[in-house]
């Protein structure tokens, strides 16, 4: 097991192209969770940490650690700049990504969730967005 310099995350190897003989199986999906908090939310109030109100540092540092850790798929929660940023970045990686705003029933808001994978692993067949305040 690996630990990523003073994040304190653990990475637990594996070779996708090598089958686990116990399983049968043909490997692991490496999945990646991150809430980058949006940077529309940055300027208010609430944030009293000065670097993480810079969006072009913060990107970067951001960017840096999701992708450090290859994922097969990567899912960002309360995220903003999708096609200015997040969309452009994930295709010079090799990864295809959709974006789901979220749903504005009691203020304007411009984040949402942004699903994205790795096209030579993945492949997209049906997106269908389920609104879970309609559930």
């Known amino acids: 097991m690996e630990i990523l310099g003073d994040l304190g995350r653990s990475i637990v190897p594996y070779d996708p192209t090598k089958p686990d003989l116990e399983s049968g199986t043909a ?18 109030a609430e944030v ?22 290859n994922a097969d798929v990567v899912l960002l929660q309360d995220a903003d700049h999708f096609r200015d940023f997040w969309q452009p970045r994930f295709a010079e990686r090799g990864y295809d990504a959709i ?15 942004i699903i994205a994978y790795n096209r030579d692993n993945l492949q997209l067949f049906k997106t269908e ?3 879970l305040n309609d559930a």
């Open 48 to 69: 009293g940490h000065t670097s993480i109100k810079n969006w072009k540092v913060r990107s970067q540092r951001l960017l840096n650690e999701i992708f450090s850790y």
């Open 129 to 131: 967005f389920v609104e």
């Open 27 to 44: 490997g692991q999906l490496r999945v990646v969770s991150y809430s980058v908090y949006a940077d529309t939310r940055c300027d208010t």
């Open 99 to 113: 974006f789901k705003q979220r749903t504005e029933t009691k203020a304007r808001h411009t984040e949402g969730v």
